[in-house]
């Protein structure tokens, strides 16, 4: 397990170079971008670190594949929806919680978006493998909101982030609020796990898998965000929709 040292991962640092020339218009609105070999070749990264990072840019909403035309930077980062909130491990179960990073990072656009993170805050990042009988079923990413949106919105979520139990940090949140009113949203769509998730949990890189992209909030304050991926083969998932 990872605990501190590294504030970024090296994908996030590319998906963020990459970020930061679409936030500043070297690749504007509905532009197309560069072939791989070229941009890869332009950002001096490998061709496999640079496709990790494209998936990631297209998973959040700032690049869209059209055939025959290539990756395109959309106009708008797009709509979030959400739905039933219950820590994956307890939809997915029985499984367990097996923790791989805990730490800190800089923020991302990601994290920036969701939970208005600003440069020079360092939001608690937590990575999980959700493992089932003999098969690693899940991947997570969560993140929690900096410390003083914490300390103002949800102080009981704050301390016990603090203790790092072995848990989901859905399950922490829930935990902690007992008597704390929790709005939530989500957005579910497909992508292929990509190298290093697939490496994660043990499956080709071009394995279909469910992404689920989550944000709860306390009293409209966004308190934490996550990204879940289920590859082929994970258990059934249960969706509760209300209109």
């Known amino acids: 397990m990872a605990v501190g040292g590294q504030r970024r991962r090296p994908v996030v640092a590319l998906y963020e170079r990459i970020a930061d020339a679409i936030n500043d218009g070297t690749y504007p609105p509905g532009s197309t971008l560069p072939s791989e070999p070229r941009?890869?070749?332009e950002l001096g990264v490998s061709r496999p670190?640079?496709?990790?990072?494209?998936l990631l840019l297209q998973e959040d909403g700032l690049l869209s594949v059209r055939r025959g035309v290539g990756r395109t930077v959309?106009?708008?980062p797009p709509r979030r929806g959400f739905e039933q909130l219950q820590p994956l491990d307890a939809l997915l179960g029985p499984v367990r919680v097996r923790a791989l990073v805990r730490s800190r990072e800089e923020p991302t656009d990601f994290t920036a978006q969701h939970l208005l993170a600003p440069a020079g805050s360092e939001p608690r990042f937590w990575e999980s493998v959700l493992v089932g009988a003999d098969l690693a079923v899940a991947l997570s990413h969560e993140w929690a909101?900096?410390?003083d949106v914490l300390e103002r919105s949800h102080p009981a979520f704050a301390q016990a982030l603090a203790a790092e139990p072995a848990a989901s940090m859905l399950t922490v949140l829930l935990d902690a609020s007992r008597s704390v009113a929790l709005t939530a949203h989500s957005h579910i769509s497909a992508t292929l796990l990509g190298r290093r998730r697939g490496e994660l949990l043990d499956r080709p890189a071009d394995t279909p898998a469910v992404l689920i992209t989550q944000v709860v909030r306390v009293a409209g304050a966004p308190v934490m965000?996550?990204?879940h991926?289920?590859?082929t083969g994970a258990p059934a998932l249960a969706v509760l929709q209300s209109g």
């Open 49 to 54: 670190a640079l496709r990790e990072a494209l």
């Open 145 to 147: 909101a900096p410390e």
């Open 39 to 41: 941009l890869a070749g």
């Open 229 to 231: 991926m289920l590859p």
């Open 74 to 76: 959309n106009d708008s």
């Open 225 to 227: 965000a996550a990204k």
